[in-house]
């Protein structure tokens, strides 16, 4: 269970740095509104966590193993984004920092702390939606094991 989560997780989060650092390249990373395209990357691994799970035992695939390897998921790959964009923030360009406390809705509460606990309750919040909504599409799509 946790080997495919790690497996994911770390896949989610590599898709967050790429996400990122397009957006840097591109210019477009000071509109926090694109964050939705995180909820893509999540639903991809999050999705694909649970087929895996889901085809390595069938016989034991059910609501809560499901729901919370969904969890696990998105957990490992949003504690590292986590923790990177604080650094990022803190360390390599605090600029972007200053910017988002005058900008951004809230932005004079930010501090790296609220940074790191809102991105980690973000993520927390779409993968209890996310794991919730693929895990019922995945166990539908289940065979029954009901025999006549």
Do not use: C, W
Request: charged letters at 10%.
């Amino acid at each position: 269970m946790f080997k495919i989560a790690l497996k994911y997780g770390s896949l989610m989060f590599i898709g967050y740095l790429i996400l990122f650092f397009i957006m840097k390249f591109l210019n477009l990373y000071h509109i926090v509104e694109l964050r939705v395209l995180n909820f893509l990357i999540q639903s991809t691994g999050i999705y694909f966590a649970l087929k895996e799970l889901r085809q390595q035992d069938q016989s034991n695939y059910g609501y809560l193993n499901a729901f919370l390897e969904g969890i696990i998921v998105t957990m490992a790959g949003a504690l590292p984004f986590a923790i990177f964009m604080v650094t990022y923030l803190t360390s390599v360009e605090p600029e972007f920092m200053t910017y988002l406390q005058q900008y951004a809705l809230n932005g004079a509460y930010l501090n790296p702390m609220t940074v790191f606990i809102g991105l980690v309750f973000e993520a927390v919040g779409s993968g209890f939606l996310i794991s919730y909504v693929i895990m019922r599409y995945t166990l539908i799509k289940q065979p029954s094991t009901i025999k006549n």
